[in-house]
């Protein structure tokens, strides 16, 4: 089992930046490829960024590359996403996750461990 707790959300402005953490716990999280994703109001969770065990591969969706970045710290069982450039489309719970299927990494179903989620509100 693995724990995962999201933290650093809050409300920004436009153009404003944020970096969420994802803190795991009960399991190295250093095995596993990292996710995470968004859900929006009304709309169905989508994914935002992945990255590979080693942190040497990194994988965005399109509405959010060259603003987003994500990375891990594998000593400090930690995984971030550096948001910049932020936009009233970027409002949605953030939520990190460990993806422990093999197959498409955008997918959510390849993610088994998921955390509570943080809330990001970008005002306009």
């Known amino acids: 089992q693995v724990q995962l707790v999201e933290s650093g959300g809050g409300l920004v402005q436009t153009g404003g930046s944020l970096r969420l953490s994802c803190a795991a716990s009960?399991?190295?999280?250093?095995?596993?490829?990292m996710g995470w994703f968004r859900q929006a109001p009304g709309k169905e969770r989508e994914f935002v960024a992945r990255?590979?065990?080693?942190?040497?591969?990194?994988y965005y969706a399109d509405s959010v590359k060259g603003r987003f970045t994500i990375s891990r710290d594998n000593a400090k069982n930690t995984v971030y996403l550096q948001m910049s450039n932020l936009k009233p489309e970027d409002t949605a719970v953030y939520s990190c996750?460990?993806?422990?299927?093999?197959?498409?990494?955008?997918?959510?179903?390849?993610?088994?461990?998921w955390g509570q989620g943080t809330q990001v509100t970008v005002s306009s």
């Open positions: 009960g399991r190295t999280i250093s095995n596993f490829g």
């Open positions: 996750a460990v993806q422990v299927g093999s197959g498409s990494y955008s997918l959510q179903w390849q993610y088994t461990y």
């Open positions: 990255i590979s065990r080693s942190g040497g591969s990194t």
